[in-house]
């Protein structure tokens, strides 16, 4: 039993029920001060995407440039062989040098059917080996021509005698052209006795040679140079046999004679002691 001095317990239940307030006020979340956004950081030349992208745009002849210089990586220059690199001209971009017309290296006897590929060092400006380069400094006006993946594929299926077969008809034609005036026709002929030697018992051209495809083939092939279509002939050609060589040799015969009647060469003999 509880003292009278001692202060009454209150217990939960005992307290009056409190009624719900039907509008109860939303409960306020402190905010944060907002701050105001800071004005945008002005982009720079340097820091811009357009002036990353001038950066590196680089003019029309370097471009030209570093696509030949890369693809130059990729060719293999064999002195031997260099008439086969009949894929590997460019065509020349941006101003040619004022004595292109007169250059007389080697590389450029017999331009443009008989020369070897351009020289990407005298399309830049300069070439160190002057005279002497082995590769043409004179003018290639337009594109190669080439044939496709495709028509690789099917042309490295035909047997030797069958190359010759589709070849030389137009080695005939170029032989007799302004240009060469019958001068290749030593070139021709050894490549026929050879076509005569390798054709016999040969099989018939390969189902997928469609007339159609044929006449693409020969589209091609009316556009490339005679050096050009001498060196598809060795297309795959690993073996330096008597056959090659005597092509080869009569080829470069050819670049000198070509050169010995050209009014702007003056160097016929260093020329043909590099030929020897």
Known sequence: MDSPSSPKKVLLKDLPAVAADPHPEPKKIPQRPQTPPSPPTPLTPQSTPQ?????????????????????????????????????????????????????????????????????????????????????????????????????????????????????????????????????????????????????????????????SRMSNLDKVFARMTFAGLVGLSFRKTVDESDYVVSVLDALERLRVKYAATSPRSESTEDASALYA
Request: aromatic share 6%; proline share 6%.
């Open 51 to 211: 002036a990353k992208k001038r950066n590196f745009d680089f003019g029309q002849d370097m471009k030209s440039e570093l696509q030949t210089s890369i693809r130059s990586i990729f060719q293999k220059w064999d002195p031997r062989y260099e008439v086969s690199d009949y894929l590997k001209e460019r065509t020349v971009q941006g101003p040619m040098s004022p004595t292109v017309e007169e250059a007389d290296n080697p590389g450029s006897l017999g331009h443009p059917q008989l020369c070897r590929r351009r020289c990407i060092y005298f399309a830049k400006g300069h070439c160190q080996h002057g005279s002497s380069c082995g590769f043409c400094h004179l003018e290639h006006t337009r594109q190669p021509a080439q044939l496709d993946k495709k028509q690789r594929t099917i042309f490295d299926k035909l047997t030797e005698g069958q190359k010759l077969e589709i070849l030389l008809p137009h080695l005939r034609t170029k032989a007799t052209e302004e240009q060469l005036q019958h001068k290749a026709d030593s070139v021709v002929e050894i490549m026929e006795r050879r076509m005569q030697e390798v054709s016999a018992g040969a099989p018939a051209l390969p189902e997928e040679l469609t007339d």
